[in-house]
């Protein structure tokens, strides 16, 4: 069996899995919306903008605190017999390849639906949606890259979640301040991707060496 046909199985079993355990999906979703809706009441805002800058801050941390929620769960959840199994079984190129694709689909769903909640509820300042979907995009598949590994090291570590805390946060500050400048240029209605195009490029590079670390490094882990 190839690497692809590995990575396929074990993405079938993640949805089968998740499937089983709706309530975890539901939950996750729940939190998303009491969250903009707690944000909601407590400025008190009703159906009135909110300043740019805030609404744009305010959406990342929900992004980030719903990915964590969603993602630091993906290997933490898997016991010591099943990842034996898998051992004897998949490479592990084909485990966290497939923990990625599952959690980068995850995080383009939550994504999607923390977007409509805020923009109901909120409204929405945005101006360039084309740019502003692209930056969300590429920072919703940083956010599940890097804790996707971030679960595996933690998983190890005996599922220490100070320890996954301290490890992301020096990639996670980062990403979040690209995201934070790329994004307000999608409230500028004159802004085109030639004046984003840097950042672009700066947010895809670093999304692409999660991946190649995760692809590099996991095996190691994974022989611990």
Do not use: C
Not at 50 to 77: D, E, G, M, Y
Not at 78 to 92: A, G, I, K, V
Not at 102 to 113: F, Q
Request: glycine share 4%; charged share 10%; no cysteine.
């Amino acid at each position: 069996m190839n690497l692809a046909q590995e990575v396929r199985y074990l993405v079938a079993k993640e949805l089968l899995l998740e499937w089983r355990q709706k309530y975890a999906l539901g939950g996750i979703a729940l939190y998303v919306v009491s969250t903009v809706f707690v944000i909601y009441t407590s400025l008190n805002q009703g159906n009135e903008e909110l300043a740019k800058t805030t609404w744009n801050v305010l959406f990342w941390i929900t992004l980030l605190f719903t990915a964590v929620n969603a993602i630091a769960k993906s290997f933490t959840q898997e016991n010591r017999e099943r990842n034996l199994y898998y051992y004897t079984l998949m490479s592990p190129q084909a485990v966290i390849l497939s923990k990625m694709v599952y959690n980068a689909g995850l995080m383009i769903l939550l994504t999607v639906i923390a977007l409509a909640v805020f923009t109901v509820m909120l409204g929405s300042p945005v101006g360039q949606w084309a740019i502003f979907s692209v930056v969300v995009l590429l920072g919703g598949l940083g956010f599940s890259f890097l804790l996707s590994m971030i679960s595996a090291i933690a998983a190890k570590a005996g599922n220490n979640a100070t320890l996954m805390a301290i490890l992301s946060f020096p990639v996670i500050l980062p990403l979040i301040l690209i995201l934070l400048k790329l994004s307000r240029f999608a409230f500028v209605a004159e802004a085109s991707f030639d004046d984003v195009s840097g950042l672009l490029v700066t947010l895809l590079a670093l999304d692409a060496m999660l991946v190649a670390l995760s692809f590099i490094l996991f095996p190691y882990l994974w022989r611990d």
